[in-house]
């Protein structure tokens, strides 16, 4: 299911924490699944949770709950943009609408050559440098003008 690397990084996480208390390692473990595998289907939780020693369920309702993980394939390259009003007052409403526009779709769809997929975002905690943009769930981009998201663009479609 995992390689070998993901189930290291899985373990150095698990000693954080009490032997008694894997399921505490279970954000993390999910993090790590969906980094090498790009989204959590059913199989990969079920995985986690008997790796962990959980129910599937217990696993289910953290992946379901934050809407970092992604349970679906879908975007080689994920752009989740802030939304929340701090944002929106710098900008991030003219940002969104210039994805929608430059992909043609818009939130929650994916472009139909699978390449990125556009979604709104909660608070990433970066009000300050908005608009934030968060690429993958890994990397945060602040100050996003329509500018900056052409350049982001290109690079990505290469």
Known sequence: MLSAQAIERIDREL?????DQKQSAV???????QAELG????ETMNFVAGYLGMAPVA???VATFYSLYQRAAGGRNRLRICTNLPCVLSGAGEAAEHLKHKLG???GAVTADGAFKLEEGECFGACGDAPVVLHNERRMLIGMTPAKLDELLAELAK
């Open 39 to 42: 989204n959590l289907s059913t």
């Open 59 to 61: 696993v289910y309702e």
């Open 27 to 33: 954000m993390a473990a999910l993090a790590i699944a």
């Open 15 to 19: 000693t954080k924490f009490p032997a």
């Open 105 to 107: 779709i818009g939130f």
